[in-house]
Nanobody, 118 residues
């Protein structure tokens, strides 16, 4: 019932920046948590960051101090500002949303490729 559309991925030089956006639409449950995950080839997806509607955030240790997650509740949109990008940040990034009270109702975006290379 929830659709998530991601944008902002691409190719960037090491040390560069990208800003990912993810807009949710449809039957959105509230309150909810929105987040960003990434997946390397052949590996399971892993948490990058997530954020509650009231602004509480969690970050993976590998991105703390470099990435910033934010959201615009009026637009049902979550953002990921990625600075000081490293080659190891190269992955497919997925947006998700889930009700605060449920894991089974998690919805995922289609993914957007981020490639950090010189």
């Amino acid at each position: 019932q929830v659709q998530l559309v991601e944008s902002g991925g691409g190719l960037v030089q090491p040390g560069g920046s990208l800003r990912l956006s993810c807009a949710a639409s449809g039957s959105i449950f509230r309150p909810n948590v929105m987040g960003w995950y990434r997946q390397y080839p052949g590996k399971e997806r892993e948490l990058v960051a997530d954020i509650t509607a009231d602004g509480k955030t969690n970050y993976a240790d590998s991105v703390k101090g470099r990435f910033t997650i934010s959201r615009d509740n009026a637009k049902n949109t979550v953002y990921l500002q990625m600075n000081s990008l490293k080659p190891e940040d190269t992955a497919v990034y997925y947006c998700n949303i889930k009700p605060l009270w449920s894991v089974r109702l998690t919805s995922w975006g289609q993914g957007t490729q981020v490639t950090v290379s010189s």
